[in-house]
């Protein structure tokens, strides 16, 4: 396995598995249309333009995690960090937010979550995030703003 940055021939393997990687978020909610799922190729490679989207990949170039961040006044913001359902608890969300962090170092680091997902709000506070914001988007879902100083 290798962790390394994608290119814009990946952004359709990726899109796939974030489909496939956040449908157990999307169990969590009744109403889905505020949910993940919607982006774009586009929506995707204007991302890629704007920051840096990271892949991890099986020995057969097999994408089975990823995750990405752009910086904005002196502000790293990490986003759809994203394991296979297959590989998951392995340690390698861990690895792909060390990979990320790494890419922007002397930033604050910022991302954001639903507060429905707990096993997320966790995982993210053991890599020494915290939370500094909450935000009500619906009746059902709340995001939960979480920041870390910069390495």
Do not use: W
């Amino acid at each position: 396995m290798k962790i390394c940055k994608a290119t814009e021939d990946d952004l359709p393997e990726i899109l796939a598995l974030q489909y496939l990687a956040f449908q157990s978020e999307v169990k969590l909610f009744k109403n889905k249309k505020d949910l993940p799922l919607k982006q774009t190729l586009d929506e995707l490679t204007d991302e890629l333009n704007k920051g840096v989207i990271l892949k991890l990949i099986l020995d057969d170039d097999t994408i089975i995690g990823s995750v990405r961040a752009y910086t904005k006044d002196g502000t790293t913001h990490i986003g759809k960090l994203m394991v296979h359902p297959d590989y998951r608890k392995r340690g390698l969300g861990t690895g792909l937010m060390e990979k990320i962090e790494n890419c922007f170092l002397n930033t604050r680091y910022e991302l954001f979550t639903a507060s429905k997902s707990v096993n997320n709000i966790e995982f993210y506070k053991k890599r020494g995030y915290e939370i500094f914001a909450k935000k009500r988007i619906n009746e059902e879902l709340v995001l939960i703003y979480m920041q870390k100083p910069a390495k």
